[in-house]
């Protein structure tokens, strides 16, 4: 079956830790997103992706930092730096051809 | 800042009623989606409209270019269409196809 991945479903961050959250697609997509979603608000874009190799910031990326080393893995990496870190995660994938978007099944991350 | 205005935020239907959800967006857009969020977080895309109309077994969703409107419309509800809905654009010009999300109108079909 072909989707994305993501783990863990949920996560608990200590203070000044780094912590990273997996993203993994067997879509053959080139583009791929990182979106945090918090109660009541609209999905917000942390960072995207459109090739291997190549990222860009989206509209919240200070305290957050990704790679895109592979064309199947967009890792997310939640730095000490992100003073509000606790939120819905949601890994997203669009295939070009149609635009159609797929998404992962969240990480919900919390600060302990 | 554009926004995306959806409404009701949140709607309680019996089984078997006719459900419209709206969705509202500021200026020109290039294409409009339609998203299922199920309780556990996953999310599922159920439509992507650029012009005119979509059907897909109970659900169908049109889109007005020039009121700048669009609604996601549920026929025949059952209690398994419990959800949050979801409106996302993508504004004429935006880069890199991002998108703008509404907040979402959360769905519960009573038996």
């Known amino acids: 079956d072909g989707g994305i991945t993501q783990s863990p479903k949920y996560l608990f961050r200590k203070e000044g830790q780094n912590v990273t959250l997996s993203c993994e697609q067997n879509l053959n997509h080139d583009a791929m997103y990182w979106y945090r979603q918090d109660p009541g608000q609209g999905l917000r874009l942390i960072y995207y992706s459109q090739i291997v190799n190549d990222f860009q910031k989206g509209d919240i990326a200070e305290g957050y930092s990704v790679s895109r080393e592979k064309k199947e893995s967009f890792p997310l990496t939640v730095t000490s730096a992100q003073k509000n870190p606790t939120a819905f995660y949601l890994c997203?994938?669009?295939?070009?051809?149609?635009?159609?978007?797929?998404f992962g099944s969240g990480t919900q991350l919390s600060v302990l | 800042k554009n926004e995306v205005e959806q409404s009701p935020q949140n709607l309680t239907a019996q089984e078997g009623e006719f459900i419209t959800i709206n969705c509202s967006y500021s200026v020109g857009i290039s294409a409009l989606h339609w998203l299922q969020q199920h309780p556990g977080g996953g999310i599922v895309s159920l439509f992507m409209l650029s012009s005119g109309k979509k059907k897909h077994g109970r659900l169908i969703a049109t889109i007005n270019i020039q009121e700048k409107h669009s609604s996601l419309h549920i026929t025949a509800s059952h209690p398994r269409d419990s959800a949050v809905y979801i409106c996302?654009?993508?504004?004429?010009?935006?880069?890199?196809?991002?998108?703008?999300f509404g907040k979402g109108t959360k769905l519960s079909v009573i038996p």
């Open positions: 997203a994938s669009r295939d070009r051809a149609n635009e159609k978007l797929f």
């Open positions: 996302a654009v993508r504004y004429s010009g935006a880069g890199s196809y991002q998108l703008t």
